[in-house]
């Protein structure tokens, strides 16, 4: 059932909030397969950052984060959710929980990230991109692996990577992902 003093969002509003979280997860993709591009595309070009050691332009950051990414970490792996999404006309204010895994380079430990991301991002021509992200971090940890990709049980599976060799180019293609 219901609840009437909850108004039901118009069809525009769905578009609007499908179209936001969309750039919110290219983002993840653009960070996990290392590509300066696509982070950019998530970005108006005067937008800016605060991710703590770096402040300052976010284009400026989508070109140092995936070289600084893989020189410590072998894949990362950044997931969102809880996104509540405030629309203020062609502003939205957005916060989405962050689960981030990233896997030291040789596969025997992994630093867990558990934070969130504050975006403001504004619709512009029609299209949504972010013009400013804090991130908050609530905790971390980082813990020790036994990597069980070369066992036997994951022989035959495809194997992620944090560039253009990763499967998903691939099948976006349209070609073979195997």
């Not at 410590?72 to 950044?78: C, M, P």
């Not at 040789?106 to 403001?120: I, N, S, T, V």
């Not at 069980?148 to 349209?174: C, I, Q, T, W």
Request: charged residues 30%.
């Amino acid at each position: 059932m219901t609840d009437p003093s909850v108004p039901c969002p118009s069809p525009a509003e769905v578009d609007d909030r499908l179209a936001i979280i969309d750039v919110l997860l290219r983002h993840c993709r653009g960070l996990d397969r290392n590509d300066a591009p696509l982070l950019k595309r998530c970005y108006w070009p005067e937008a800016e950052v605060d991710y703590g050691s770096f402040k300052g332009p976010a284009h400026s950051f989508a070109e140092l984060i995936g070289p600084a990414l893989a020189e410590a970490y072998e894949l990362t792996r950044h997931c969102i959710g809880n996104t509540l999404v405030e629309l203020q006309g062609d502003t939205a204010l957005v916060e989405s929980y962050v689960r981030a895994g990233h896997l030291f380079t040789g596969g025997q430990a992994e630093m867990c990230f558990e934070g969130r991301y504050l975006d403001r991002l504004q619709k512009r021509a029609g299209r949504w991109g972010i013009i400013h992200r804090q991130v908050v971090m609530d905790w971390s940890r980082t813990r020790k692996l036994e990597d069980a990709r070369d066992s036997e049980a994951f022989a035959d599976l495809a194997r992620g990577r944090d560039d253009d060799r990763d499967p998903l180019h691939a099948f976006l293609a349209g070609g073979n992902t195997a």
